[in-house]
Each structure stands twice: as C-alpha cells, then as structure tokens.
C-alpha cells in the first residue's frame, strides 16, 4: 500500500500542489478502492430506476424514492436523514394505462405518452385525425366545427431525421477553456411564459370545440426514442382539459402524410392517468454525516442532484445517476471510517424539472432569498455546495462559476484523479440546475464537467433514460472524484474561496407562475 501510495503521489501530485493543499493521500487511495473495487453504485441505481420507477415530481414513485434514500442514508449511519417539506407544489400525477393506435386505412399500434398532468380520455375512444396548423385561437377558428369529435394533431414540419451521434467524450485539450453551457436568461423565461400563456389560452379553447384528444412532438427524436415532458397542470388554475399525448416522430409524419394525401386517418384511444390531492407539499431529501470538529462541525459541505424525473424513463441520467453518485460518496466515505471536521450533507431535489423547485425553496429557508439579499446566518456557515445533474458520464473536471479563487483548490483536488481522466478546471459558468440557487445568494456553489456520452442525444427527457443507458464504470469514476472532493472540502482549514456577494436581483428562475 505505502508503495502504491509513494508512486501515486510521484506521478500525479506535483510539488507546487502539494504546498496549495493538504491532500491526504492516504484517504485519497482508499477512496478509489472503495469506489472501483467495492461500488454500491448498481444496486443503487437499480433500486432508484427499476424499482422505484418514474419519479415525476409529487408522484407515488418519486414519494416511493425519496423515502427509500432516507431509509438508505439511515442504514449507513448518517443523521438527520429525512424528508423535509419546501412548500406547496401541487397534484401529484400518474399515468394508469395508454393505448394508441391507427385504426383506418389499415390498424398499426402506436408508441405513445401522455404528457404530465394531462386529462385522460375518459375510456376507449375513436376519432378521425386533423391537422391543426399553429396552437393559435385564429388557427383554431379557422377549422370550425370540423374540430367536432376529431383528434387533433399539431403540425410541425415534416423534415428527414438527422441520425444521432455516437456516444461522445471530451477531449483533455478542451477541459480548460469549455464555454458557459446550459446558462438560460431571464428575458428568454420570461418570453417563454408569455408564449405558454397564450398556448394554454389556445388549448383551452380548442377543448369548447369538442375534440377528443391532442397529439404533439416534443423534441427530435428518432428510432423510437421519444422526448415527453408535460405542462403545468399540477398548480391550481392551470388544469387543461384536453387529453394531450406525443407519439414517436416516425408515427407522427406518416399520419401526416397520410391527411396532406386526403387518406383519412382513424386513430383509438384510451388514456387513463390518476391524480392526487391527499399532500400538496413538495419534499427534498435530506442526510449528514456530523462534523467532529468542535470548531468547525456547524459549518456544513452539501453534495446535491435532483431525485425527480419526467414519466416515459425510469430518470436514470436525469438525475438518477448523480443522486447514485452522491449516494454512493457518501457511502464510501461511511465505509473508510472519515471522520470529518465540517458536517457533509446530501440533499436530493424535488420539483428541479418544474423550475429548480425544492433547491430554490430550500435556500430561501436556510440561507436567504436573492430578490432581497436580506441573508440568514447559516449562509456564512456553507463551505461549497457541490451539484451532479448531466447524466452518468466520467467527471472530468469542474465549472468554477467564475470563481477564480476556488480553481488552485480544485486543480490540487483533481491531481489524484488526472489518470481516471479528472484535470479540466474552466472559469465558465454552467446553469439550468440546482447549484443556481446556491450561487445566487453568495454560497460558492458548483457543477462538474461530466462526459456527455449519449445525455442530449439520446437519453435526456426520453423514454430511453432508464437504467441500460447509465455507464456504470463511469459513474464509479464519478463516485471516487465526488467522495474526495466532500472530504477535502470537509478536511479543510478554511471554508472555500467566495466570490464577491452578489447584488440582490430576483432569481432567474423565479417566476411566479408554473413552468
């Protein structure tokens, strides 16, 4: 052990990041073989997709989840492991049963999905299909009472189908320099809430013009792989009562096809989806490992993924595998005996899909709200907050949301990893996730650079993100690098670099109105 140790630290500790960090090589090494040699990370994910199945905000699998990752983090010891409310979300929603299928000119089952918090069909039923051009109150007007008892599809544009690319790996020469990824601005939320405004006006208008049902594309799939998302039908007000479904792009343009060549088109439904009411509340899950330090044990490091999914998949990359991730961290730090100074917290988010729900909610309750800045003391007692939510690949380094003084930090960090591909350290900033919250109330807060391998091409938001899509020796990787980074920033003599406190400004994702 002392051998492999010494050459470890030869190869990939430099002098210069030695003297920035106290990296304890020791831990670092029995991180890894605890990580690649005795994983949990299988039977966690199969536990989390398989078993528990979608977890679709307020859902009976995403309650079925959460309550065993507290029974989990239970097991292994850590304290406080519990479900913790952040407020009213809305109904839960389930889908029951879906049948689709063409029934003229010729009978051809569909692959088909409800989306999320939409009406069902109220049992079997039949209807020719029409082209609807736009979800506009004029486009609806324009077809009459020709919309009377038919199925409506939304047109979009018959286009060839790109193939997907193959899985996908940075290269090391573009760790250093990636550019902000995922960064949405206020004004295009803002544009797109006007928009989804006056689709909902529509859509609730073309309900009083009798049609059976609505079918849509989301997304750009192809080869059965389908995106399903679903609308806000879990806030009070904003039900739609037209039953509304996505088939698979290739179903879709042939039936288009069909309707421009005058063919007509009978299609047969039945749609049953369950709604629940009993608890509104949204929860996050919650666990620590206790500071030992006297001096440092308030002070806190929490590793974050969000533990909903959408309802086609099981949720395996998103975020299945970086709540396994930072399950599996902590447990393999409960398995080498750390006793760590500063107390090491997982949170699993609820409701991130909706709008960054449950980690927005949370930080408002601990640590203050960015649209005033008016912060709680608990703010200054954060270290960092540590976010894993673009799939299951290898991590290979880490946004510093332009905190530069954090990059030293993390290179030292990384140093043990460089061999299992962990070097990048980039200056940019990454978004649409749950660090968000955190960073806009002056917690440093961060993502990392994960391996995309098939995430946007294949698995993100699909009917294929279930548990034969995660890369499990990637997220091995993942595990390692995830455990040594709690620890270092748990180990620490101070708490991470911060940047400059921000301005108070409203936060991007704060809304006031369901997305």
């Given at each position: 052990m002392r051998k492999h140790l010494s050459l470890l630290a030869g190869i990939l500790l430099p002098a210069a990041?030695?003297?920035?960090?106290?990296?304890?090589?020791?831990?670092?090494?029995?991180?890894?073989?605890?990580?690649?040699?005795?994983?949990?990370?299988?039977?966690?994910?199969?536990?989390?997709?398989?078993?528990?199945?979608?977890?679709?905000?307020?859902?009976p699998g995403y309650m079925r989840a959460a309550k065993w990752a507290v029974q989990t983090l239970r097991q292994w010891g850590l304290n406080k492991a519990a479900l913790e409310p952040w407020g009213v979300f809305g109904k839960g929603w389930s889908t029951e049963h879906v049948y689709a299928a063409?029934?003229?000119?010729?009978?051809?089952?569909?692959?088909?999905f409800p989306l999320a918090w939409s009406q069902?069909?109220?049992?079997?039923?039949?209807?020719?299909?029409?082209?609807?051009?736009?979800?506009?109150?004029?486009?609806?007007?324009?077809?009459?009472?020709?919309?009377?008892?038919?199925?409506?599809?939304?047109?979009?544009?018959?286009?060839?189908?790109?193939?997907?690319?193959?899985?996908?790996?940075?290269?090391?020469?573009?760790?250093?320099?990636?550019?902000?990824?995922?960064?949405?601005?206020?004004?295009?939320?803002?544009?797109?809430?006007?928009?989804?405004?006056?689709?909902?006006?529509a859509k609730k208008h073309l309900a009083t013009k009798g049609v059976i049902a609505l079918i849509s594309l989301q997304g750009n799939g192809r080869d059965g792989t389908m995106e399903v998302n679903g609308h806000n039908g879990y806030a009070k007000g904003f039900e739609l009562p037209v039953p509304e479904l996505t088939v698979t792009k290739e179903d879709f343009l042939r039936i288009s096809r069909l309707l421009r060549s005058s063919v007509p088109v009978n299609l047969e439904l039945d749609i049953q989806n369950k709604w629940y009411t009993d608890d509104l509340n949204g929860y996050n899950v919650i666990g620590d490992i206790t500071g030992t330090d006297p001096a440092l044990k308030d002070e806190v490091v929490i590793a974050?993924?969000?533990?909903?999914?959408?309802?086609?998949?099981?949720?395996?990359?998103?975020?299945?595998?970086?709540?396994?991730?930072?399950?599996?961290?902590?447990?393999?730090?409960?398995?080498?005996?750390?006793?760590?100074?500063?107390?090491?917290?997982?949170?699993?988010?609820?409701?991130?899909?909706?709008?960054?729900?449950?980690?927005?909610?949370?930080v408002k309750k601990h640590y203050g709200n960015p649209a005033d800045m008016q912060l709680l003391p608990a703010q200054q007692q954060v270290s960092a907050y540590f976010n894993l939510d673009n799939g299951s690949g290898k991590i290979r380094?880490?946004?510093?949301?332009?905190?530069?003084?954090a990059g030293p930090v993390f290179r030292s960090w990384l140093a043990p990893f460089a061999d299992l591909g962990a070097t990048g350290v980039t200056r940019s900033n990454?978004?649409?996730?749950?660090?968000?919250?955190?960073?806009?109330?002056?917690?440093?807060?961060?993502?990392?650079?994960?391996?995309?391998?098939?995430?946007?091409?294949?698995?993100?938001?699909?009917?294929?993100?279930?548990?034969?899509?995660?890369?499990?020796?990637?997220?091995?990787?993942?595990s390692a690098v995830m455990a040594a980074f709690l620890y270092n920033a748990a180990m620490r003599d101070e708490k991470l670099p911060r940047k400059p406190q921000p301005h108070a400004e409203q936060f991007v994702f704060d809304l006031n109105y369901p997305l």
């Amino acid at each position: 052990m002392r051998k492999h140790l010494s050459l470890l630290a030869g190869i990939l500790l430099p002098a210069a990041l030695l003297a920035q960090e106290k990296i304890n090589m020791e831990v670092m090494q029995q991180i890894r073989t605890e990580a690649l040699e005795h994983s949990g990370a299988a039977e966690l994910a199969h536990q989390l997709t398989d078993i528990a199945g979608p977890r679709l905000t307020n859902s009976p699998g995403y309650m079925r989840a959460a309550k065993w990752a507290v029974q989990t983090l239970r097991q292994w010891g850590l304290n406080k492991a519990a479900l913790e409310p952040w407020g009213v979300f809305g109904k839960g929603w389930s889908t029951e049963h879906v049948y689709a299928a063409i029934k003229k000119p010729y009978y051809q089952p569909l692959i088909a999905f409800p989306l999320a918090w939409s009406q069902g069909t109220k049992g079997l039923v039949t209807g020719n299909a029409i082209l609807l051009d736009s979800m506009t109150i004029t486009a609806i007007d324009r077809l009459g009472s020709n919309l009377r008892g038919k199925i409506v599809l939304l047109h979009t544009r018959d286009s060839l189908l790109k193939p997907a690319p193959a899985i996908y790996r940075y290269p090391d020469s573009v760790l250093n320099s990636l550019p902000d990824k995922y960064m949405v601005r206020r004004e295009s939320l803002t544009r797109h809430l006007e928009t989804a405004k006056l689709t909902a006006a529509a859509k609730k208008h073309l309900a009083t013009k009798g049609v059976i049902a609505l079918i849509s594309l989301q997304g750009n799939g192809r080869d059965g792989t389908m995106e399903v998302n679903g609308h806000n039908g879990y806030a009070k007000g904003f039900e739609l009562p037209v039953p509304e479904l996505t088939v698979t792009k290739e179903d879709f343009l042939r039936i288009s096809r069909l309707l421009r060549s005058s063919v007509p088109v009978n299609l047969e439904l039945d749609i049953q989806n369950k709604w629940y009411t009993d608890d509104l509340n949204g929860y996050n899950v919650i666990g620590d490992i206790t500071g030992t330090d006297p001096a440092l044990k308030d002070e806190v490091v929490i590793a974050g993924g969000h533990l909903d999914s959408w309802h086609s998949g099981t949720g395996a990359t998103d975020n299945g595998a970086g709540c396994v991730i930072m399950m599996e961290a902590l447990r393999i730090l409960k398995a080498i005996g750390v006793q760590p100074r500063r107390t090491i917290r997982i949170a699993l988010w609820g409701g991130e899909e909706q709008g960054l729900y449950g980690s927005f909610n949370y930080v408002k309750k601990h640590y203050g709200n960015p649209a005033d800045m008016q912060l709680l003391p608990a703010q200054q007692q954060v270290s960092a907050y540590f976010n894993l939510d673009n799939g299951s690949g290898k991590i290979r380094g880490i946004y510093l949301q332009q905190n530069d003084a954090a990059g030293p930090v993390f290179r030292s960090w990384l140093a043990p990893f460089a061999d299992l591909g962990a070097t990048g350290v980039t200056r940019s900033n990454t978004g649409s996730t749950d660090h968000l919250p955190f960073d806009a109330v002056g917690i440093p807060a961060f993502q990392f650079i994960q391996d995309p391998l098939e995430y946007e091409t294949r698995t993100h938001h699909t009917n294929m993100d279930t548990y034969e899509h995660l890369s499990m020796d990637d997220i091995k990787q993942a595990s390692a690098v995830m455990a040594a980074f709690l620890y270092n920033a748990a180990m620490r003599d101070e708490k991470l670099p911060r940047k400059p406190q921000p301005h108070a400004e409203q936060f991007v994702f704060d809304l006031n109105y369901p997305l």
